[in-house]
């Protein structure tokens, strides 16, 4: 997909920045029952939003920094029952207590709405594992699960990333919750599950996707002679636009998200603007992986110049034009600042913001790569003007 974007003129010279990451913890709260009979006394286990970090969700056409699963929108949840075992004894289990259960948020400090409603077993040597997806699929969003009912293991996810930004999708995976008891007083499985102190079982859920953005910032040095600057595209081209994520689960490393077979036909052009945040597939950034500037400049001159008119006359002037430009980089040439390593990859759960830096004479791109949320250091390259 290629497109045109608005003029826009700054008094200044072009740069690029890269990955801040975030995430989100979504809470399923548990409360005590029994498998495959329901005695009176017992709960059914509901679920919650549980949100100590804000993520960032699409509504609509915009971003927005939340602490919760938007109203109205659902999770997917698969639980595995242990019938006197654990996860890594047994990590071939089937999702039979819930597969691919829609839960849908009714509003704060609501349980979200599923049924049928599941309880916990009644044997304290037995316990459930879950984990969970947002945005539920209902065969719209580009999210394909791949599990069957019969198959064994986490459940794999196609996905398509949207053409259009407004209907792209914060696709997201929680990490897998392993061996959780039905007593409430026995059992923790770390900070994210202490069914001690909060009687929930909570979902940690990170970003399966990379968000990119763009910026246009001048130098300092060219700022007085700078005489004008439009931005007249961006356009990634040659991205792959579909794929397939795993997750895989260790005790040591926890829950790994891994993307793989992309698909040469799977490959798209997004223009894009300074405006607007992308979804975009993490993938390795192939040799034809580029990102393309187009724009025109003009810098002051210390005396009279001249340009030429349609018919090959000279007109007098004042700067120095650089019209109808186009600037391409490949996207794996960038390196992050103080290192020769090179930015070969968009990661899950990354931030990659690329600036367009003005310089006197000279177009710059620069680069930062950090987790979601930390501070990221800079990475650049320039590309000189005749």
């Known amino acids: 997909m290629r497109g045109g974007m608005g003029h826009m003129r700054l008094m200044g010279p072009i740069g690029l920045i890269g990955p801040i990451g975030l995430m989100g913890l979504i809470g399923l709260i548990s409360c005590s029952g029994e498998l495959p009979q329901i005695a009176d006394s017992e709960r059914p286990i509901a679920f919650v939003t549980y949100t100590s970090q804000p993520m960032a969700t699409r509504a609509d056409s915009s971003l927005m920094a939340v602490s919760e699963i938007p109203y109205g929108k659902s999770i997917g949840v698969y ?6 075992s654990t996860w890594a004894t047994d990590p071939t289990q089937t999702a039979d207590f819930m597969f691919n259960q829609q839960a849908m948020n009714t509003g704060l400090d609501v349980p979200f709405t599923y049924a049928p409603l599941k309880y916990w077993p009644n044997e304290e040597a037995d316990k459930l594992s879950f984990i969970a997806y947002y945005p539920y699929s209902d065969g719209t969003m580009g999210i394909t699960p791949n599990l069957t009912q019969e198959g064994t293991g986490l459940p794999t996810f196609n996905f398509a990333v949207k053409d259009k930004v407004k209907q792209q999708v914060d696709f997201m995976v929680s990490d897998l919750i392993t061996d959780l008891p039905k007593s409430r007083d026995t059992g923790s499985n770390g900070s994210f599950n202490d069914l001690t102190v909060t009687d929930r079982v909570r979902f940690l859920f990170k970003h399966a996707t990379a968000k990119i953005e763009f910026r246009v910032r001048v130098d300092e040095a060219a ?18 636009n579909e794929g397939r994520l795993t997750p895989t689960y260790s005790a040591v490393d926890g829950t790994a998200l891994t993307w793989s077979d992309y698909g040469e036909s799977h490959k798209t052009d997004y223009a894009c603007k300074t405006t607007e945040a992308y979804l975009l597939l993490p993938q390795p950034l192939r040799e034809d992986a580029h990102l393309v500037v187009d724009y025109d400049l003009a810098f002051k001159s210390e005396g009279t110049t001249y340009t030429y008119d349609a018919s090959g006359n000279p007109v007098a002037t004042e700067e120095y034009t650089y019209l109808n430009r186009s600037t391409s980089r490949a996207l794996k040439e960038l390196k992050v600042s103080g290192s020769e390593d090179c930015l070969t990859a968009w990661l899950p759960n990354h ?36």
């Open 223 to 240: 700022r007085k002679d700078l005489a004008y600057f439009t931005l007249k595209g961006i356009t990634l081209t040659n991205i792959y």
């Open 79 to 84: 639980a595995y029952y242990h019938d006197n």
């Open 351 to 386: 931030h990659y913001v690329y600036i367009i830096v003005i310089k006197p004479h000279a177009i710059d791109f620069t680069g930062q790569v950090v987790e979601w949320g930390d501070t990221a250091p800079e990475s650049e390259f320039e590309l000189e003007e005749p």
